[in-house]
């Protein structure tokens, strides 16, 4: 069945757009939720009308993403703390949406799935991050990555298995216990 597409629908497609779905889908979750109208002959001046909205749309989108991103050029450098252990290692790594929080608490509501890393973020310095803001429309910035202040680690003490840990008092060590246990003889 040919539906055209009155929303945006993230795994289907753009508004407007004239797609081809099976008649269940259309009838039972697209139709009754008004995500979609029937492509018929009395629907293409619905579709024209829809795409001269989606036009308008877009290019004002365009216009704001580029304002965005001219804003995030003068930014240059996002400071990001993180929590690092004694050695200066990262516990994990930097995601996402770690950067695009950052970037809220700047003033810039960026979805994390338009940041884009080029590696794994797992040490402490600096990185370059691209951001896709829209269609055409891209920028670039400088991440820093610190060392939280607020987290402190102290140095780490040198992990000891019980099984190699001294016995309490009045305990036989664990060896001495086990030749003991192998010198007397069986009882039958």
Same mark, same amino acid.
């Given at each position: 069945?040919?539906?055209? %597409?009155?929303? =945006? &629908? ?17 009838? +039972?979750? $697209?139709?009754?939720?008004? %995500? ?16 001269? $909205?989606?036009?308008?749309?877009? *290019? ?11 804003? &995030? ?37 960026? =979805?994390?799935?338009? &940041?884009?890393?080029? =590696?794994?973020?797992? +040490? %402490?310095?600096?990185? +370059? ?7 055409? !429309? ?6 820093? !990555? !610190?060392?939280?202040? +607020?987290?402190? !680690?102290?140095? *780490? ?11 309490? /008092? ?16 069986? /009882?039958?």
């Amino acid at each position: 069945m040919k539906v055209i %597409l009155q929303k =945006d &629908i993230p795994s289907l497609g753009d508004a407007g757009e004239i797609k081809d779905v099976s008649r269940g889908y259309a009838r +039972n979750f $697209l139709l009754p939720r008004k %995500l979609v109208v029937v492509a018929n002959a009395g629907s293409s001046r619905a579709l024209e009308h829809q795409k001269k $909205l989606i036009a308008r749309k877009a *290019e004002k989108r365009h216009a704001e993403m580029q304002k965005v991103a001219a804003q &995030i050029q003068e930014l240059k450098t996002l400071e990001l703390p993180v929590r690092v252990g004694a050695r200066g290692k990262l516990f994990g790594s930097v995601t996402t949406m770690q950067i695009a929080q950052a970037l809220a608490d700047k003033g810039f509501a960026i =979805d994390k799935r338009k &940041i884009e890393l080029t =590696d794994k973020i797992r +040490n %402490l310095g600096n990185y +370059n991050v691209k951001l896709r803001l829209a269609e055409k !429309v891209t920028a670039s910035m400088q991440l820093q !990555v !610190v060392q939280d202040a +607020n987290f402190a !680690v102290e140095e *780490e003490e040198e992990y000891v298995p019980p099984s190699a840990a001294a016995p309490e /008092e009045g305990e036989a060590p664990a060896a001495d216990a086990a030749a003991e246990a192998s010198e007397t003889p069986a /009882e039958a």
